[in-house]
């Protein structure tokens, strides 16, 4: 008997695509980097449903690689068998810095060992000094401010030796990202809504590891990308005449995007409305044209806007909510189901207070009662989160 693809190809087996197309989806001008990219899955026999993740995983910059081998002294081919990854033998500490390991987050230990370590009376003393007590919050910041590497150069007289430097860092972990594509248009690739990550802190310019390795670094028909699947309880409604309220900013919006191909594919007769905000309607509303489309076709009923930075008030899609407070509680009471997807910290936050406000307002409930019915609807599973 042979085994099933999804015993074949899995987290610790991952399967390697090949990524089709790489599409900038925001105009001219913008502050943002977003991407469409196509992940062709042919030949995995890997099947996925809408609303299912793809966990990404990724290399770090070469670079980076580089400048750490260089500060450390080392040549990259010494062997290493770092504690966290369980190798069954050691690898050489190149690929261990590239493919294995993450770079970043240093942590207190990192500053206890460094202090050990130190030759230099200035290094040792401004490390003592983050060790002391009373300098909790300064050794946070110092630290969140900080990758290893800007360790390294800051402490040049802390010699470590190649294993006791990795057993100082974390395991490199994939990243999942929200699938916006239904595998009934797409059953042998995935698409993805991909915010390209770049800042700069401590004066030196800071890339997300999985986004710029997709963007930046994987050769679009040629670099094997490792993936697999992480399926998800999030997904429309089972009832495809139940109708649906979608709130997702940025890209938050990338699992309706699959939500609508999917309702307008089975001729779902519920209602679709979606809530999209981001910066600026010029540079920054993603997908536009495939959303006219759905209007035009009436697969679309309704789409409401905030775009932050098009006013002096900034806008948000939380905002919106509570403007059409009246029709998204008509809508909730004969049956929709509620969605949204993207930043947990604080979209998704406020996101729940208008829906908590606009149960007691709209419905004449006590603040415990409009709980009450929130907590009904995420135990009916129609309010569901996919936030990160």
């Not at 002294?73 to 069954?88: I, Y």
């Not at 800051?154 to 999942?176: G, I, N």
């Not at 809530?275 to 044209?289: C, K």
């Not at 209007?295 to 948000?316: C, P």
Request: with cysteine.
């Amino acid at each position: 008997m042979t085994p099933s693809a999804t015993e074949t190809y899995h987290k610790d087996h991952p399967f390697l695509a090949k990524v089709t197309e790489n599409r900038l989806l925001n105009q001219p001008g913008s502050a943002k980097d977003t991407r469409h990219l196509v992940i062709d899955l042919s030949g995995s026999g890997l099947h996925y449903t809408t609303g299912d993740s793809l966990g990404v995983f990724p290399c770090n910059r070469p670079s980076e690689v580089a400048e750490i081998l260089q500060r450390l002294g080392a040549t990259g081919e010494e062997l290493v068998s770092p504690v966290m990854l369980k190798l069954a033998a050691p690898v050489p500490l190149r690929e261990a810095l590239a493919t294995r390991l993450a770079l970043a987050k240093p942590s207190r230990k990192t500053i206890e060992v460094l202090a050990a370590k130190v030759t230099h009376a200035e290094e040792k003393a401004k490390l003592d000094g983050l060790l002391a007590p009373e300098s909790a919050e300064a050794l946070a910041t110092f630290l969140e401010q900080r990758e290893f590497v800007d360790l390294l150069a800051e402490f040049p007289s802390a010699q470590l030796p190649p294993q006791e430097f990795v057993d100082l860092l974390r395991k490199l972990m994939p990243r999942l990202y929200s699938i916006a594509s239904s595998p009934r248009l797409h059953p042998s690739e995935v698409h993805l809504t991909v915010a390209v990550v770049r800042y700069t802190s401590n004066g030196r310019e800071r890339l997300g590891v999985c986004s710029t390795f997709l963007s930046d670094r994987v050769q679009v028909g040629q670099t094997p990308v490792p993936v697999f699947f992480s399926h998800s309880h999030f997904g429309p409604p089972e009832n495809s005449a139940a109708d649906c309220i979608m709130v997702g900013p940025g890209t938050g919006i990338a699992p309706f995007r699959a939500f609508l191909q999917e309702r307008a594919a089975i001729g779902a007769t519920g209602r679709n409305w979606i809530f999209y905000g981001d910066q600026r309607r010029e540079t920054d509303f993603i997908y536009q044209e495939e959303w006219r489309e759905y209007l035009a076709k009436g697969q679309l009923t309704r789409l409401d806007t905030a775009f932050s930075r098009d006013q002096a008030h900034k806008v948000y899609v939380q905002d919106r909510l509570r403007e059409n407070a009246a029709d998204v509680w008509a809508w909730l009471k004969g049956g929709a189901h509620f969605y949204v997807c993207g930043d947990a910290k604080r979209m998704a936050k406020d996101v729940d207070a208008a829906l908590h406000d606009m149960a007691a307002r709209q419905g004449g409930l006590t603040p415990e009662q409009a709980a009450e019915y929130v907590k009904q609807l995420k135990k009916e599973k129609r309010y569901q989160r996919d936030v990160y």
